[in-house]
């Protein structure tokens, strides 16, 4: 009897083994492959269509500090109206009152920061008439030598500025169509600049205007 179930228990046995394949030796360089130990934890990402073209989170506009200081990065001088109640008015919290920044991109904050630019920019530009040294000037620091006709700029010397002031306040460059149109608009400002009775420096301040003001220099 013994003999008999040992023999029916082999016979189990090499049928479970026909069953079970054994699996090829892997190939000379060919990894064996190795499961995710955290299991399916990929999250999809949302749909561009659905948010305005972007993925990821909505940009957020700058506080009341932080444009102020890209103000003063960028342009080269600090926008000095801002402190006191203006900054109040665009967003700062007092915390009094209002204990929490603001930074809702409103129809007041667009009507200061285009007055702030004006005046900046403006003061900015019209320093930079005295001084010969390109390495001395913020806004037209590319322009070699004191500055002259700006119609005079060749259309390479053009991109170049306005790539250079793109990546100073905004952190990426002009490019493509898009800079074939700033180099227009750059153009167009430089004639009317020059029939301006002491005016040379108007282009540079309309061009600071359009960069500062641009939602590319007020969101993150």
Same mark, same amino acid.
């Given at each position: 009897?013994?003999?008999?179930?040992?023999?029916?228990?082999?016979?189990?046995?090499?049928?479970?083994? *026909?069953?079970?394949?054994?699996?090829? +030796?892997?190939?000379?360089?060919?990894?064996?492959?190795?499961?995710? +130990?955290?299991?399916?934890?990929?999250?999809?990402? +949302?749909?561009?269509?659905?948010?305005?073209?972007?993925?990821?989170?909505?940009?957020?506009?700058?506080?009341?500090?932080?444009?102020?200081?890209?103000?003063? &990065?960028?342009?080269?001088?600090?926008?000095?109206?801002? *402190?006191?109640?203006?900054?109040?008015?665009?967003?700062?919290?007092?915390?009094?009152?209002?204990?929490?920044?603001?930074? *809702?991109?409103?129809?007041?904050?667009?009507?200061?920061?285009?007055?702030?630019?004006?005046? &900046?920019?403006?003061?900015?530009?019209?320093?930079?008439?005295?001084?010969?040294?390109?390495?001395?000037?913020?806004?037209?620091?590319?322009?070699?030598?004191?500055?002259?006709?700006?119609?005079?700029?060749?259309?390479?010397?053009?991109?170049?500025?306005?790539?250079?002031?793109?990546?100073?306040?905004?952190?990426?460059?002009?490019?493509?169509?898009?800079?074939?149109?700033?180099?227009?608009?750059?153009?167009?400002?430089?004639?009317?600049?020059?029939?301006?009775?002491?005016?040379?420096?108007?282009?540079?301040?309309?061009?600071?205007?359009?960069?500062? #003001?641009?939602?590319?220099?007020? #969101?993150?």
């Amino acid at each position: 009897m013994r003999r008999l179930l040992l023999f029916a228990l082999l016979a189990l046995g090499a049928t479970g083994c *026909e069953k079970t394949p054994a699996a090829p +030796p892997p190939v000379d360089g060919q990894l064996e492959p190795v499961g995710n +130990p955290h299991g399916d934890m990929g999250t999809p990402l +949302p749909d561009p269509e659905l948010q305005e073209g972007r993925v990821g989170r909505s940009p957020r506009r700058l506080n009341v500090n932080q444009l102020a200081r890209s103000i003063e &990065v960028a342009v080269g001088r600090p926008w000095t109206s801002l *402190e006191g109640g203006l900054a109040t008015t665009l967003g700062r919290a007092d915390y009094a009152l209002v204990n929490q920044e603001s930074t *809702e991109p409103n129809l007041v904050f667009a009507k200061f920061l285009e007055d702030g630019a004006r005046e &900046v920019c403006m003061a900015q530009a019209a320093a930079e008439k005295s001084l010969a040294s390109p390495e001395a000037r913020v806004l037209s620091r590319t322009i070699p030598g004191p500055l002259t006709d700006l119609r005079k700029l060749s259309d390479a010397q053009v991109r170049e500025l306005l790539v250079y002031l793109s990546i100073r306040f905004w952190g990426s460059p002009l490019q493509g169509d898009e800079l074939t149109r700033w180099a227009a608009f750059f153009t167009k400002a430089a004639a009317r600049a020059e029939a301006i009775t002491n005016g040379r420096d108007q282009a540079l301040a309309a061009v600071c205007i359009a960069l500062m #003001t641009d939602s590319r220099f007020l #969101t993150y």
